[in-house]
C-alpha cells in the first residue's frame, strides 16, 4: 500500500542533517576463510562438474557477508562438496590442499569466536530500541531468520524492507540497518532511493572489509544527467538540500579489528566472484516466494491466475506475474490436456530441401560442417546432437537454428546459397531469407497456439472461480497451501494448487526448466544475480 | 508570468486516509509549476523527480489548466469548425446537436454551396448545414460538447479563483467551453490506476469538497460537461491513445518515465512539451534504462537559458526538476 505523499514530503522537509554511519571491521580468520572460500570458487567455476558446488560455496559466502550470521553456527556444508584432501590435490593441485587446510582452521577459529558484525548490530538495535527509536532492516529475505535470531530480538518492533517495492511502501522511520556495501548493483545491493529519496534520518551500515561502497550509490540516474548539463531549476538554499545527492549525506566510518597473526588479504568478494559467469541460456525471472519456504519462478509478464481479498470477498483474477503481491494466492492449475485442435504443420518445401541437404552432408562430410561453423563463429555445443534435432520432420514447429545468423550460416556453409540450379530463387532475393521465413511463420503459429490454449484455460478457471463456484474459495488459508478439486461441470478436468503468497522479489536469470515450477526457496535464491 | 498567489489560506487539501491540511509546498510547487509553464511555442521538457509517488503530475496538469482559464480564446472553438468540416459521409461518424442531445446526426455530404450537411438518424429526420457560425452548436458523439449553453459552465469555478488568486482573472467563456491544448498522460497501469491516485486528493473551501479528479474536467471523468484536459491512455495499443479527438497538443504531462517514452514515440506528440513526473522510489532498472535514454536527448535538446527568467518556481525539499529546449 503506497504511503502518503505528504507524510513522506513533510519528512523530507523536516530533514536537516542525514548521516551514514559505516561501521567496517576486519578479523584475521574471516579474511582467511574468505580468501580460501575464493579460490575454491574460481577453481570450481572453470570445472563444468563442480559449478553446482562453486555456486554453492559463492552463495555461502555472499551469506556470510550480509547477514548477521552467528560464527557458532557456519554453515561448511558446500565447503564439504569441494572433496576430501586427496581428492583436492588429485583435482587442482598443492595449493588448494593448503586452501582447503587454511579454510578449515579458519572455521575452527571462527566458531570459538563472536561475529563482530553481529554483535554490532544487536548494540545497534538496543541502543534504538532504548530511545524508543523505529528501524528497519534491509535484507535478503533468506537473511530474515539470522536478525530474527538475534539476542534480544523483539518481534514486531522491528519491520524488514527487502527491495525497492518495500523500501518504496514503508512510512518513514529513524534508522535503517544494512549488512553490505552500499551498491545499486549485484547480489547484495539496495535502492538508491536509500540515499537520494530517504525515509529514514540514518544509515547504519555494518560491512566487513575489502567491500567498498560504490563511488556514486545514490546517484538518481534521470536527474543526474540533467545536473551534468546544468538543466537544474534553482534549488532553495534551505537547510536541507532539495536534491539529497550522496554528498549531502554525512558520512562516518567507525572500523575495527581483531588482534590475530592470520594473513589478512580482503578482496572484494562480491564484485571478483560472479555466480553465473554467463547469464547465456538464462531467462530473466521474477521470484514469487510462497508458504512453507517454497517459490515459483516466472518469467515478467507471465500471465498467472491469482485469488485475492476484496474487501470482504476473495476474487480470482489473471494478471501478470509482477501484480502478485504478498496477501495473494497464486492459483496453479493442474488440468489434464485439453485438445484445442492444435498447430502441427509438415515441413515446407525449403525444409525439406535444406534438411536434406543437411542429413547428407552431415554423413558424409562432417568434419567439412563443424570446420565451416566455427571459422564463421558459429560456436554451437553439442553440434552432433543439434543437427540431429534439425534433421527432424516438422511436427509444431519446422526444426532448425534458435538464430537467424546460425540458419544463415548454416545454408552458406552447405553450399546451397550458390548453388542455384538446384535451389532455384527469385532474382535477387537470397535463399535463406526465404527458408528461414518459413521457419519464422511455423514458430509465431506454435507460439500463437501455446499461448492461446494457456490463455483460454485460464479464461475458464477464472470464470469458474468467480462464478458458480466462488465458494471454493472460502477454502483458502493465508497459512497453508492447498488443493482444490476442479467441479465436475466445470468442462475442466483436475484441481487447482493455491499457494499463500509472502512476497516477491525481482534480479533473477534461470534456466527455462525451472519457470512455472513449484521449488524450495533455498535452491531458487542461487539464481539471484 | 508569475506563480501563483503563494496564500491559499482559504483551501485545505487531504489525500486518502490523511486529515485535512493546508495546502503544503509540494501541492504548491506542482499547480505553479504548471501554471508557469511557458506558452511561447518553444518546445521544451521537463522532468520533476520526486522521493515518492504522488498526485504531482495530476497538480501540474491542475496548474497548466488554470492558466488556461485566464488566456482569451483558450479553447477549440477555432478548430472545431475545420474538425468539423473535414467530416466524410461514413457510417461510423455521428454528431449531436447541443439543443437536441438525444438525436444523432451523420454526415451527409455536401450543399450546393459546399457547406457540409448533417442528416438526422431517424424516418423523416431532419437535415441542417454546417456554417463556421454554428459549428460550437455541434459536437462528436462520445466527445464533449465543445461549449455549454446558457448558464452552465463547469462546476467548479470557485475552486479555480481561489487557486489562481486575485493577480489574474479568468475568461468566463472558457469555463464554458472545451480545450484540448493540454493533456495528461496517465500511469501505465492504466486509467484506472490514475483515477484512483486524483479522486483521492480532495481539496476543501468552506463548506464545499471536491476531488482534484473533478477539478481536472477530463472527458471521462465528468462526461456531461466540457472537457478542459485531454487524457492520454498510454496502454491504448490501437487507434488513439487519446479519450477524444482535438488539435495537436501544447502541453503534455507525462505521469512517470514510461509514459514519457510512450508519449515521446507517438507522431501527434512530437511538436508538444512535455513536463515528466518521475519518483526516485520506482524500480532501479527501470531509473537506469530511462537515464540512459534521456542522455541520448541531447543531440536534439540542450539547456534552455531562458528558465531562470520565465519564473518557474523554486522545488520545495526533496523535489528536484530539470528543463531542456529543442535545439533550433
Known amino acids: 500500500m503506497s504511503v502518503p505523499a505528504s507524510s513522506v514530503f513533510a519528512f523530507t522537509e523536516s530533514l536537516t542533517e542525514c548521516e551514514v554511519v559505516r561501521h567496517e571491521f576486519r578479523s584475521g580468520p574471516f579474511s582467511a576463510l574468505r580468501r580460501s572460500i575464493r579460490f575454491f570458487v574460481r577453481c570450481c567455476q572453470d570445472d563444468e562438474s563442480f559449478s553446482s558446488t562453486a555456486r554453492s560455496l559463492h552463495l555461502s559466502l555472499v551469506n556470510w557477508l550480509s547477514c548477521p550470521v552467528n560464527f557458532s553456527e557456519f554453515d561448511a556444508t558446500a565447503l564439504q562438496r569441494v572433496g576430501t584432501p586427496e581428492e583436492v590435490l588429485r583435482r587442482w593441485g598443492d595449493g588448494a590442499v593448503e586452501a582447503l587446510d587454511t579454510a578449515h582452521r579458519a572455521l575452527t577459529e571462527l566458531r570459538e569466536r563472536e561475529n563482530p558484525v553481529r554483535s554490532a548490530v544487536v548494540a545497534a538495535l538496543a541502543e534504538h530500541a532504548a530511545c524508543s527509536k523505529s528501524v528497519r532492516i534491509y535484507c535478503h529475505p533468506k537473511c530474515r531468520d539470522h536478525f530474527v535470531a538475534l539476542p534480544g530480538w523483539v518481534g514486531g518492533s522491528h519491520g524488514f524492507i527487502h527491495n525497492w517495492r518495500g523500501y518504496r511502501d514503508v512510512v518513514p522511520f529513524d534508522a535503517l540497518i544494512y549488512v553490505g556495501p552500499l551498491r545499486a548493483r549485484g547480489i547484495v545491493s539496495l535502492p538508491p532511493a536509500v540515499l537520494n529519496a530517504p525515509r529514514q534520518r540514518t544509515v547504519l551500515q555494518f560491512v566487513w572489509a575489502g567491500l567498498d561502497d560504490d563511488r556514486d550509490f545514490g546517484r538518481d540516474p534521470v536527474m543526474g544527467w540533467l545536473g551534468n548539463l546544468g538543466a537544474m531549476v534553482n534549488v532553495a538554499d534551505t537547510g536541507a538540500s532539495a536534491s539529497f545527492t550522496p554528498n549531502v549525506w554525512v558520512r562516518t566510518c567507525r572500523q575495527s579489528a581483531d588482534d590475530d597473526s592470520w594473513p589478512e588479504v580482503d578482496e572484494d568478494d562480491l564484485q571478483v566472484l560472479q555466480p553465473h559467469p554467463s547469464t547465456v541460456g538464462m531467462r530473466r525471472a521474477l521470484l514469487i516466494r510462497l508458504s512453507r519456504g517454497c517459490a515459483a519462478l516466472y518469467a515478467p509478464r507471465t500471465c498467472v491466475i491469482v485469488a485475492r481479498r476484496d474487501e470482504s470477498r476473495v476474487l480470482c483474477l489473471a494478471v501478470a506475474a509482477e501484480e502478485i503481491g504478498p496477501g495473494d494466492w497464486l492459483v496453479r492449475p493442474r488440468v489434464e490436456d485439453v485438445d484445442f485442435g492444435g498447430v502441427t504443420l509438415r515441413d515446407g518445401r525449403y525444409a525439406t530441401a535444406w534438411k536434406t541437404r543437411l542429413e547428407e552432408a552431415w554423413r558424409f562430410r562432417r568434419s567439412d560442417i563443424e570446420h565451416g561453423l566455427k571459422e564463421r563463429d558459429v560456436a554451437l555445443e553439442h553440434l552432433g546432437d543439434r543437427v540431429q534435432w534439425w534433421c527432424r520432420q516438422a511436427t509444431t514447429v519446422i526444426h532448425a537454428p534458435q538464430q537467424r545468423e546460425h540458419f544463415r550460416v548454416l545454408i552458406e556453409v552447405l553450399g546451397i546459397e550458390e548453388d542455384r540450379n538446384h535451389y532455384p530463387r527469385p532474382p535477387g532475393v537470397a535463399w535463406w531469407r526465404l527458408a528461414w521465413r518459413e521457419i519464422a511463420h511455423s514458430r509465431g503459429e506454435a507460439i500463437q497456439a501455446g499461448l492461446q490454449g494457456h490463455g483460454i484455460i485460464n479464461d475458464q478457471i477464472v470464470a469458474i472461480l468467480n462464478g458458480p463456484h466462488s465458494d471454493l474459495l472460502s477454502r483458502l488459508s493465508h497459512d497453508e497451501d492447498c488443493e482444490i478439486d476442479l467441479p465436475p461441470d466445470s468442462g475442466l478436468s483436475g484441481f487447482l494448487q493455491c499457494w499463500p503468497v509472502e512476497d516477491s522479489d525481482e534480479n533473477y536469470h534461470v534456466p527455462e526448466s525451472l519457470l512455472g515450477a513449484i521449488i524450495p526457496l533455498q535452491d531458487a535464491f542461487e539464481w539471484r544475480v | ?328
Open chain 2, 1 to 328: 508570468m508569475t506563480a501563483l498567489s503563494p496564500v491559499h489560506t482559504e483551501l485545505l487539501i487531504r489525500e486518502e486516509g490523511a486529515s485535512w491540511e493546508p495546502l503544503p509546498a509540494w501541492v504548491r510547487f506542482f499547480i505553479d509549476f504548471g501554471f508557469a509553464w511557458p506558452v511561447d511555442g518553444i518546445r521544451r521538457l521537463a522532468f520533476v523527480s520526486t522521493p515518492c509517488d504522488s498526485a504531482g503530475a495530476a497538480l501540474i496538469a491542475l496548474g497548466a489548466l488554470l492558466k488556461r482559464l485566464t488566456i482569451a480564446e483558450a479553447n477549440d472553438l477555432k478548430s472545431h469548425f475545420d474538425r468539423l468540416n473535414g467530416l466524410v459521409p461514413s457510417g461510423d461518424t455521428h454528431v449531436r446537436l447541443r439543443s437536441r442531445p438525444k438525436s444523432r446526426y451523420a454526415v451527409s455530404g455536401r450543399n450546393e454551396g459546399g457547406h457540409l450537411r448533417f442528416c438526422e438518424q431517424k424516418e423523416d429526420g431532419e437535415t441542417r448545414v454546417l456554417l463556421e457560425a454554428n459549428a460550437h452548436e455541434w459536437y462528436l458523439v462520445g466527445e464533449p460538447p465543445i461549449e455549454l449553453r446558457g448558464g452552465e459552465a463547469l462546476p467548479h469555478g470557485d475552486f479555480y479563483r481561489i487557486l489562481i488568486g486575485v493577480t489574474r482573472s479568468i475568461h468566463e467563456r472558457n469555463l464554458k467551453t472545451t480545450d484540448s491544448s493540454v493533456v495528461l498522460a496517465g500511469r501505465v497501469r492504466g486509467k484506472a490506476a490514475t483515477e484512483a491516485i486524483v479522486a483521492a486528493v480532495q481539496l476543501k473551501h468552506a463548506d464545499r469538497e471536491v476531488s482534484l479528479k473533478e477539478l481536472l474536467a477530463v472527458h471521462g471523468w465528468q462526461p456531461n460537461t466540457v472537457s478542459r484536459i485531454r487524457y492520454f491512455n498510454p496502454r491504448q495499443l490501437t487507434g488513439s491513445p487519446f479519450d477524444r479527438g482535438g488539435q495537436q497538443p501544447s502541453l503534455i504531462i507525462a505521469d512517470g518515465l514510461p509514459v514519457y517514452d510512450r508519449v515521446r514515440r507517438d507522431k501527434f506528440c512530437h511538436a508538444a512539451s512535455v513536463i515528466t513526473v518521475t519518483s526516485r522510489c520506482g524500480d532501479p532498472k527501470d531509473l537506469e534504462d530511462a537515464g540512459d535514454a534521456i542522455a541520448g536527448l541531447a543531440q536534439w535538446f540542450e539547456t534552455d537559458p531562458t528558465i531562470p527568467n520565465i519564473g518557474l518556481p523554486v522545488p520545495p525539499p526533496g523535489i528536484v526538476a530539470g528543463v531542456l529546449r529543442a535545439r533550433g
